[in-house]
């Protein structure tokens, strides 16, 4: 079986000599024999449980904890927890981290794009960003809840084609017109413009918004604080009630 000196141990460990004797003088870990001559010789056993000691210390446990979870019965379970939970910790900062490398990609983007290069156009990309999941979101929810209405109408005309029965698509339009009204209440509600004049934020009324020319992206309006008509950028605006 493999002995290793103090150093070589340090060395395998990625830690200092000086790091090895500390946990020596504080019982963590133990050399398993000594030679003739006194020197500390640590077996296999010591290395993985030297490993086990500097991954428990990465996680900023300290040392008296660290050799209380070896002293445990089964200290692999209390450590397994550990594993795990520094994963899911790891896993969160690494998501956390994409978001923000993607905002700053799309913002470079932006800018390579727009015309001129201002503050102004700066936070104009800035808002368009930090909206724009919960624009696709919530989109994508709409066009959820439309899925059914859009089965009925169908339902309702081939029913009547082929039954002669009108009933279904006059409850298809009642339907319709109620959840028209509410998803686009719902919609407005959530959404502003940015004038590209002024660059201010803003949100139109909703008979306004609703007959306005538009694009999937912007919509014919009148600024609110220039009095500038035209195509505005659509953005995330939160709720209506909210403030934001």
């Known amino acids: 079986m493999s002995k290793y000196t103090t150093g070589e141990i340090a060395k395998l460990c990625g830690v200092t000599v000086r790091t090895v004797q500390y ?8 050399p398993s024999e000594l030679s003739e001559g006194g020197r500390r010789l640590y077996s296999e056993d010591d290395l993985r449980r030297m490993r086990i000691v500097c991954f428990l210390r990465s996680l900023d446990i300290p040392v008296d904890a660290v050799s209380q979870i070896l002293k445990e019965e089964r200290p692999e379970n209390v450590i397994s927890l550990l594993i795990e939970q520094q994963e899911e910790m790891l896993s969160c900062e690494i998501s956390e981290k994409r978001e923000k490398l993607e905002k ?3 913002l470079k ?3 390579k794009n727009a015309p001129v290069s201002s503050l102004e156009s700066i936070g104009d990309i800035a808002v368009l960003v930090e909206g724009k999941k919960k624009l696709r979101k919530m989109r994508l929810a709409m066009v959820l809840t439309g899925l059914p209405v859009t ?8 029913f009547w084609a082929v039954r002669g029965v009108w009933w279904p698509f006059a409850v298809w339009a009642a339907v319709a017109l109620i959840w028209g009204v509410a998803v686009s209440r719902y919609y407005f509600g959530r959404v502003k413009y940015i004038c590209p004049e002024c660059h201010e934020v803003f949100r139109p009324s909703l008979k306004e918004a609703f007959f306005a020319n538009h694009t999937p992206t912007a919509r014919k309006l009148t600024c609110a604080a220039c009095g500038h008509k035209g195509f505005c950028v ?9 403030g934001a």
Not at 23 to 30: F, W
Request: aromatic share 12%.
């Open 23 to 30: 946990y020596d003088t504080r019982g963590v870990l133990v």
């Open 104 to 106: 700053l990609r799309e």
């Open 151 to 158: 089965a009925l109408q169908w339902f309702s005309i081939v």
């Open 109 to 111: 983007n932006g800018l």
């Open 234 to 242: 659509e953005v995330w605006g939160g709720k209506e009630n909210d």
